[in-house]
């Protein structure tokens, strides 16, 4: 069974069909890359996911259970976390205190300090700067913040939106590296990325979305071969 599972999934926006019917599975332990273009659908299913916005048809089921229209904070407590595009830091609170409302959920203080402590090894730069405000610090350090935040909540799942956008290329290399650390310690993530080699380069599988429909799916590296995915996304 396939820890999460995306059924026939419609999305409107009024009277816009923003998704048509899409369907797809992120297995445990994988890394699943969601790619196309700007305005493919990309963040839209990522926020039907996460019980952000409600579906017209389909169903999303978490674990084997139907999470369609359960709310985003009880999602969160399920063991689903998400790091939304943009980062959306709090700006006029320390990094540390940003990190501990990530761990909203949970009420174990030794385990959370037990996560925080797992957070500062992935995240160095993040300890360094744990009482400097979180508005203060550069974008890529903002989104280590909130990819530092998401991972708090020790979830079984995360779901990222777009982590490199607008970062220089040196911190869109660190940011990787880190998604590739998270999923070796044992964190399944799905990934919608503008970046569509990077996202294939770490990926085990990949589903490419194009106006609201996956027209393609398959091996990370097979897509990353492929001529049509080469030519529409890689800029080859």
């Given at each position: 069974?396939?820890?999460?599972?995306?059924?026939?999934?419609?999305?409107y926006y009024g009277?816009?069909q923003?998704?048509?019917?899409?369907?797809?599975?992120v297995?445990?332990?994988?890394?699943?890359?969601?790619?196309?273009a700007?305005?493919?659908g990309?963040?839209t299913?990522?926020?039907?996911?996460t019980?952000?916005?409600?579906?017209?048809?389909?169903?999303?089921?978490?674990?084997?259970?139907?999470?369609?229209?359960?709310?985003?904070?009880?999602?969160?407590s399920?063991?689903?976390?998400?790091?939304?595009?943009?980062?959306?830091?709090?700006?006029?609170?320390t990094?540390?205190?940003?990190?501990?409302?990530?761990a909203?959920?949970?009420?174990?203080?030794?385990?959370?300090d037990?996560?925080?402590?797992?957070?500062?090894?992935?995240?160095?730069?993040?300890?360094e700067?744990?009482?400097?405000?979180?508005?203060?610090?550069s974008?890529?350090?903002?989104q280590?913040?909130a990819?530092g935040?998401?991972?708090?909540s020790?979830?079984?799942?995360?779901?990222?939106?777009?982590?490199?956008?607008?970062?220089?290329?040196?911190?869109?290399?660190?940011?990787?590296?880190?998604?590739?650390?998270?999923?070796?310690?044992?964190?399944?993530?799905?990934?919608?990325e503008?970046?569509?080699?990077?996202?294939?380069?770490i990926?085990?599988?990949a589903?490419?979305?194009?106006?609201?429909?996956?027209v393609?799916?398959?091996?990370?590296?097979?897509?990353?071969?492929?001529?049509?995915?080469?030519k529409?996304?890689?800029?080859?």
């Open positions: 069974m396939a820890m999460l599972e995306i059924k026939d999934l419609e999305v009277m816009i923003a998704i048509k019917g899409v369907s797809f599975e297995n445990k332990g994988e890394v699943i890359a969601l790619i196309g700007n305005g493919a990309k963040t299913i990522l926020h039907t996911i019980g952000l916005l409600a579906p017209k048809k389909g169903t999303v089921t978490f674990e084997g259970k139907n999470i369609t229209k359960v709310p985003g904070h009880k999602i969160v399920m063991g689903m976390a998400h790091v939304p595009e943009g980062r959306r830091v709090f700006a006029n609170l990094v540390l205190q940003n990190l501990k409302l990530g909203y959920t949970r009420k174990d203080k030794k385990e959370i037990e996560t925080l402590e797992m957070i500062y090894k992935h995240f160095p730069r993040l300890e700067r744990k009482n400097q405000l979180a508005g203060t610090l974008g890529g350090e903002q280590m913040l990819m935040r998401a991972l708090m020790h979830p079984q799942i995360i779901l990222m939106d777009e982590p490199s956008m607008g970062l220089s290329p040196i911190f869109v290399n660190e940011i990787f590296d880190i998604i590739k650390e998270v999923s070796k310690s044992g964190t399944t993530v799905l990934l919608v503008q970046n569509a080699k990077k996202a294939l380069s990926a085990d599988r589903y490419v979305l194009e106006t609201g429909n996956i393609m799916e398959g091996r990370a590296d097979t897509l990353l071969n492929d001529d049509s995915v080469k529409a996304y890689l800029g080859e």
